[in-house]
């Protein structure tokens, strides 16, 4: 578990561009299986997060076609919340971050960490514009 005021500044990172924080099963359930489409982004405290992950889940939102919610977990705090988002990932392997695209609760497009690693943030953004295209 990291200290709170170690992640905040990356939480707010994502709350400040519209992603809403979840914190338990229940809410992550609740926003997966919402009608329409969800980006769910798992945060991390790694570097690869903060230079990769983050912007260009950021950047993805200024598509025309965008998912109709966005939602984030953050991995190795939001315990609970993490391992339910996880859950409906299957059969991907836990990684973080890692994002991933649901359309009417059913998961439509993955990108694991090892898609972000040593990616540029403008490449990332570009495969979740492609994903937004085709469902959103």
């Known amino acids: 578990m990291y200290p709170a005021e170690l992640v905040k ?13 979840l914190y338990t099963a229940e809410a992550v359930e609740k926003a997966i299986n919402k009608k329409g489409t969800t980006l769910v982004v798992v945060n991390s405290v790694c570097g690869c997060a903060a230079a990769n992950a983050r912007p260009a889940a950021k950047m993805s939102l200024m598509n025309a076609k965008k998912p109709d919610h966005t939602v984030t977990v953050f991995a ?7 391992d339910a988002a996880r859950n409906l990932m299957i059969p991907f392997p836990p990684s973080s971050p890692s994002m991933a695209l649901f359309k009417d609760g059913e998961l439509v497009h993955m990108i694991e ?7 540029p943030a403008e490449l990332i953004a570009e495969n979740l514009t492609e994903a937004f295209n085709e469902y959103c």
């Not at 960490?113 to 990616?119: C, K, V």
């Open 113 to 119: 960490r090892h898609h972000i690693e040593g990616r």
């Open 9 to 21: 500044p990356m939480r707010d990172d994502l709350a400040s561009a519209g992603f809403e924080e």
């Open 76 to 82: 190795g705090v939001d315990t609970e919340a993490v």
